[in-house]
């Protein structure tokens, strides 16, 4: 069992209604946190996480970093402590 | 496909229309493909290095043929000349319901020349078209004059819509813009200089036809299939809401924003968030170009309750500020208050100017001020009286652009071409070196973000044909991280591993050739970053553009298409004198460690060279010179292009 904290920002922000939370995971498994937001948040999370042709973390104008500020994805794994960061990923303008 | 394309000489008042043959599809695909052919023309019969201001110079508007179709893609029109600040190849994108406006009266490219004897504007409306008289025009902003013409012209047989220049494109300030519709700025290059320097304040256009299509009923099942993958990812709704503000908290987590002229890569303060925006400043958000299935544009009016400096600009509306023009105010020059960008936005919409260059050129100033290296009276000499450059100062930032909008004192003249010039000749001037504050890429051209820690993204800044710039090559690959593309594109997933150089070159040769092709179609890239299939514009959006062409090119024919466009910009570049040595970035980039972020202590120098290499191998051009090579032009079918290198000492040898 390992603890990972998450900071959720814009527009995950805007769907959690908070800045962040704190998961207890059996696996240190990224897919395992994922299915645990997306259990607690509902279908808008999930719509926002996942990517449904892939299974894996939606990856079109989102961005998820550990703290190192490496992209996390759906196979990866996850130390005991770990912050990741749920951003919105998009550049231009 | 067929298209007409609009010819003004301006000296003599000629009009007249030509037919682009489907041929010229064939090679050049559209919009931007085809602007840049029609300039390449131009200069085989005007001299390539004339004065960019000249009336030699060529100024081409010109809008792909996905653009007002009714496939949802979004709309951006295009402009394409020699750049009057950078000296090389210059062109801007912009939006808004102008370009299609222009499909509708029945032209899909213009071509201007010349230089009227006085200040005149362009009426299109459908097949007549007519110089008038703009001195009543001349000295108001882009907005004033999108509301005169508005007004005087009416709404028969369409609504008025405008391509406007502000007072800085009228005193032919290097970097002015040219404004559509008194909203979406094509701020890049100095295409406002040009327009300016031939006296047209404005192009007004109004079209009651329509578009032909080849297979309407390719283009309503592809547009079917396109919405429902856009409105099956909640992020496109995140984005409407935020559009590209919903970076600024990405990039303030990475390390990624350029704050006080990039001494640094956070933003201070807590104002500057996307949520604050949403939630105090936000009031409506709309779709730019009606044929958009994201509408991302938002409006602005400030009460004046929204924040400390909202008092200031009560009854202020324009539109939200875009990522880069916060940026540029929020992390170039240091200002902490969501109105206060937004109105740096306004401002710069208004006089029609680009606020990366500008930005750059006053947090220069700021900074050397910053570290004693002048003095109250340096700079007082600048502006002719004392002036005072504290970061974030509102007044101060805007004295600052007055005095390079309206060219009113020696500052506003030493940085009317952006940083890199003003920086040289304000060396120059007080015989010292500043060149180690100046921030840009190739040409002279500065862009507000972090680059140090991304090699692909330093590589965009160094070779972009339009001087340095990220929607070229756009590096996402890499800035994103995005391992599952990097195996999609090269087979293993070092593209996006920030730490080797490994297919960092190569992202930006390929992806250069995607967004050619994309801003051939007259497509929004938005719809293109938030759709998982939009990822290979070749085959996606190729089968988009057969319906509607009746091109029938398959993917790898579009990707050599793409390509070619792309090494018709890099032989206008080499035309006029442009090898491997201008395809580098500034000191602080190459050199100086990343202070803060995720990303600490990098710099550009570490990967700089075996990227560039690596982009020149991909692209199959000389290494050493950065040069075209003959086999390469001719392989993309373009031996006439090689024969006029050759003729001008542009070709690498061998
Ligand atoms: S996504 Fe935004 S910028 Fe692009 S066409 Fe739509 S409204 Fe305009």
Redesign the interface.
């Known amino acids: 069992m390992i603890t990972v904290n998450t900071?959720y920002?814009?527009?995950f922000?805007?769907i959690t209604g908070l800045a962040g939370d704190s998961f207890e995971l059996d696996e240190p498994l990224v897919s395992e946190l994922a299915a645990k937001i997306t259990e607690k948040y509902g279908a808008?999370?999930k719509?926002?996480l996942i990517?449904?042709?892939?299974n894996?973390l939606?990856?079109?104008?989102?961005?998820y970093?550990d703290s190192?500020?490496?992209?996390i994805?759906i196979d990866d794994t996850l130390e005991d402590g770990e912050t990741i960061?749920f951003?919105?990923?998009?550049?231009?303008? | 496909m067929e298209s007409n394309l609009l010819r003004v000489d301006l000296t003599t008042g000629e009009i007249k229309s030509e037919i682009i043959g489907h041929e010229v599809f064939e090679k050049w695909v559209g919009g931007s493909g085809i602007n840049n052919w029609i300039m390449w023309q131009h200069f085989l019969t005007h001299d390539i290095n004339c004065d960019p201001r000249s009336p030699d110079n060529i100024f081409v508007f010109g809008v792909g043929p996905l653009a007002g179709s009714g496939a949802g893609s979004g709309v951006k029109g295009r402009i394409t000349f020699k750049s009057p600040c950078y000296d090389m190849f210059g062109d801007s994108a912009g939006g808004g319901k102008f370009p299609y406006m222009v499909r509708f009266s029945g032209y899909e490219y213009i071509a201007i020349t010349g230089k009227a004897p006085k200040p005149v504007y362009l009426h299109i409306c459908n097949d007549e078209v007519s110089l008038h008289d703009a001195s009543h025009l001349w000295g108001k902003d882009t907005k004033e004059t999108h509301e005169i013409l508005q007004r005087d012209l009416g709404d028969y047989p369409s609504k008025t819509h405008t391509l406007s220049i502000g007072q800085a494109g009228e005193n032919q300030v290097g970097i002015a813009g040219v404004v559509s519709d008194a909203l979406r700025i094509h701020a890049r290059c100095g295409g406002g200089a040009v327009l300016g320097s031939k006296n047209l304040k404005a192009i007004a256009v109004q079209g009651s036809g329509g578009i032909k299509i080849k297979r309407p009923e390719g283009i309503m099942k592809w547009s079917d299939v396109f919405r429902q993958s856009l409105d099956a990812n909640e992020a496109v709704y995140g984005f409407k809401r935020r559009g590209t503000l919903g970076a600024v908290e990405m990039y303030q987590h990475i390390g990624s924003h350029f704050w006080r002229n990039n001494q640094g890569n956070k933003f201070r303060g807590e104002g500057i968030t996307s949520d604050n925006w949403v939630k105090r400043f936000h009031k409506y958000s709309e779709v730019c170009s009606s044929d958009c299935f994201i509408a991302c544009d938002a409006k602005y009016k400030i009460d004046g309750t929204e924040s400390e400096a909202a008092k200031k600009y009560v009854g202020e509306t324009f539109r939200r500020p875009e990522y880069l023009t916060t940026g540029s105010a929020a992390g170039a020059l240091d200002v902490r208050d969501w109105a206060e960008v937004a109105h740096w936005g306004k401002i710069t919409n208004d006089y029609g100017i680009d606020n990366q260059d500008l930005s750059c050129s006053i947090s220069f100033l700021m900074e050397i001020k910053q570290h004693g290296l002048i003095s109250d009276d340096d700079v007082a000499n600048l502006f002719g009286h004392s002036q005072s450059l504290e970061w974030g100062n509102m007044d101060d930032i805007e004295a600052l652009v007055e005095s390079i909008v309206y060219q009113s004192n020696p500052f506003g003249k030493l940085f009317g071409d952006g940083p890199y010039k003003g920086a040289l000749r304000y060396s120059e001037m007080m015989g010292q070196n500043f060149m180690k504050y100046a921030m840009y890429g190739k040409g002279g051209a500065s862009f507000t973000e972090e680059m140090r820690p991304f090699p692909t993204w330093m590589n965009n800044m160094a070779v972009a044909s339009r001087g340095a710039d990220h929607l070229k090559g756009l590096g996402l690959i890499e800035k994103f991280q995005r391992r599952d593309l990097s195996q999609i594109y090269f087979g293993g997933p070092e593209a996006a591993d920030l730490e080797v150089p490994t297919y960092k070159g190569a992202s930006t040769a390929i992806i250069e050739n995607q967004v050619a092709l994309l801003n051939s179609y007259g497509v929004c890239m938005f719809h293109w970053m938030l759709d998982p299939a939009g990822y290979m514009p070749e085959s996606y959006y190729g089968e988009a553009y057969r319906s509607i062409t009746g091109v029938e090119h398959d993917s790898e024919m579009l990707m050599r298409d793409g390509e070619r466009i792309c090494n018709l910009e890099k032989a206008f570049n080499s035309r006029v004198g442009m090898r491997r040595e201008h395809d580098t970035v500034c000191e602080r980039w190459m050199w100086e460690p990343c202070p803060e972020g995720k990303y600490p202590g990098k710099v550009a120098a570490d990967m700089f060279e075996p990227v560039l290499d690596e982009y020149y191998q991909w692209r199959g051009w000389d290494v050493r010179s950065g040069l075209q090579t003959r086999a390469k032009l001719e392989e993309l079918d373009l031996g006439d292009v090689a024969d006029v290198l050759e003729a001008d000492g542009a070709l690498a040898r061998g």
Request: positive net charge; without cysteine; hydrophobic residues 35%.
């Open positions: 900071e920002h814009s527009h922000k805007e808008k999370m719509a926002l990517d449904p042709r892939t894996d939606n990856a079109n104008g989102t961005m970093v190192k500020g490496k992209r994805f960061a951003l919105v990923g998009i550049a231009g303008g």
